[in-house]
């Protein structure tokens, strides 16, 4: 009996703790990492008219993730490197704007 309460109490704490997400990001790191974002954009896709962000900033492995749209229809998901503030990866959705042709090669500076 004390080894099937072991196990099963063991089972549990082990779903309890991969539902525990450890990194929460204060208000400054969000607002740095939403500029960082917005001058990833401006400074690398064309006709970027406006930039509109969701409050989500969840990301299943626990990084900081920046969704939004632009322009009003395209949406977009943007990690950000909570440390350097740099983007890692941009999710874009079917309607956003091109890359600017100076930008295909290599990142430009933002």
Known sequence: MREITF?????LLTLAGCNV???TFDEQTIIQAKETAE???RNNFESIHTI???EDYSNPMGGLMI???VNG????SASVDPKEFT????GEKEGFPKVK???KEKVCDY
């Open 67 to 69: 969704r939004g749209t």
């Open 39 to 41: 001058s990833y954009l």
């Open 73 to 76: 229809k395209a949406g977009f």
């Open 21 to 23: 997400n450890t990194n």
């Open 7 to 11: 196990i099963i109490l063991l089972i």
């Open 101 to 103: 042709d100076e930008c």
């Open 87 to 90: 983007v890692n990866s941009l």
């Open 52 to 54: 509109m962000f969701s």
